[in-house]
């Protein structure tokens, strides 16, 4: 847990970075370099363009690296827990299982022969 903790917090710090790199930057190339403007400069226009360009590609290059790494450190559940989902299919009712309900009534006259009684449900059988 701890790994995935130190690279996630990278994650953002490198999201951090790019979005105060890419706002450095201005749009039409100047940027940075628009503010030192004098003759005696070590780097000119060109190279801090160049630097902040190729930090943003550095950075984004390096979220992707550090997202990737991220998702293989996912912490996983020690303990042999099953899924949600798994226990609701393991707990669903077959369809099959479900008894039916008569859905019309039987005919009315051909239930019992005329010359048998039916016992009480409660009662014992009749000994012969």
Do not use: H
């Not at 669903?92 to 008569?102: E, F, H, K, M, Y």
Request: hydrophobic share 45%; with cysteine.
């Amino acid at each position: 847990m701890g790994i995935y903790i130190f690279v996630s917090v990278l994650v953002i710090v490198a999201c951090f970075l790019q979005i105060l790199i890419v706002l450095v930057q201005n749009s039409k190339g100047g940027g940075l370099a628009a503010n030192f403007t004098s003759a005696g400069q070590s780097m000119g226009v060109r190279k801090t363009a160049d630097f902040l360009e190729k930090s943003t590609w550095s950075l984004a290059a390096a979220i992707l690296i550090l997202c990737v790494v991220a998702t293989a450190t996912i912490p996983r559940g020690e303990t042999t827990g099953r899924s949600r989902i798994q226990t609701q299919i393991d707990n669903a009712v077959d369809p099959n299982a479900i008894p039916t309900l008569p859905t019309a009534a039987p005919p009315s006259g051909s239930t019992t022969p005329a010359n048998t009684t039916v016992p009480p449900a409660n009662s014992p059988a009749p000994v012969k």
